[in-house]
């Protein structure tokens, strides 16, 4: 039971152009979104997060976009550059009340090829 | 700063062997985890700790021991390595579960 899914395992983009990357979740109780970027033979870095309190949130050339209703989010790059081609996570972790749940939950991946 | 730090970063295992991953930070965090990726499978759980002497099962706990006697130290165990545990692991940490997790280099394992 994939709780949270990117269904696309690749984008190929123009350097320059907007790159957008999707992610969909399937548990209502996630509060909390990240996105991890990984360079083949290294650990991932973390890229942007947002909180289910908000819908938007940027970083330079980074912004998300989180949907709610739709159990959606979704990462912009803009403008693209060669070097941000690497694979992206999607991550979600659950609110706790009072539980005991302190899981991060990660989608498969997309590689994202920026074409110079 | 060393961050996390993760050793080593290469194993090759025979099928029934023992060994322990180290994972160690610096950043007095205290909410650290190991991940396993396969290709196509993205990051999965194995074990995650809230604190010193604090651990919990993650998506994929069997095979697997781990134990928190420290802050800083975070060591995943093999008890009896099987093909199906060829992967890379990675160890992470953070303040906590939903803030910006630091990462080791990665262990790619081999157990034949």
């Known amino acids: 039971d994939q709780q949270v899914k990117q269904n696309s395992p690749s984008l190929s983009v123009q350097e320059g152009r907007i790159s957008i990357l999707n992610c969909d979740y399937t548990?209502?109780?996630?509060?909390?979104f990240l996105w991890y970027k990984k360079y083949p033979a290294e650990g991932p870095t973390f890229l942007i997060s947002i909180s289910s309190i908000k819908d938007k949130n940027e970083d330079g050339r980074f912004t998300v976009f989180l949907n709610k209703s739709a159990k959606h989010l979704s990462l912009h790059i803009v403008p693209s550059q060669p070097g941000d081609s690497a694979v992206y996570f999607c991550a979600a972790s659950e609110r706790n009340s009072g539980g005991s749940n302190y899981k991060l939950t990660f989608g498969k991946g997309t590689l994202l090829t920026v074409n110079p | 700063n060393a961050g996390v730090t993760q050793t080593p970063k290469f194993q090759v295992l025979k099928t029934g062997q023992s060994m322990t991953l180290q994972c160690a930070q610096d950043m007095n965090h205290e909410y650290m985890s190991w991940y396993r990726q396969d290709p196509g499978m993205g990051l999965r759980l194995i074990h995650y700790?809230?604190?010193?002497?604090?651990?919990d099962q993650g998506e994929v706990p069997n095979g697997y021991n781990v134990s928190r006697s420290t802050t800083e130290d975070f060591p995943l165990r093999l008890l009896s390595a099987a093909p199906s545990q060829t992967s890379v692991y990675f160890c992470a940490s953070s303040y906590w579960v939903n803030t910006e997790a630091f990462f080791g280099q990665g262990t790619r394992l081999t157990v034949v």
């Open positions: 548990n209502s109780m996630f509060d909390y």
């Open positions: 700790s809230v604190g010193a002497g604090i651990t």
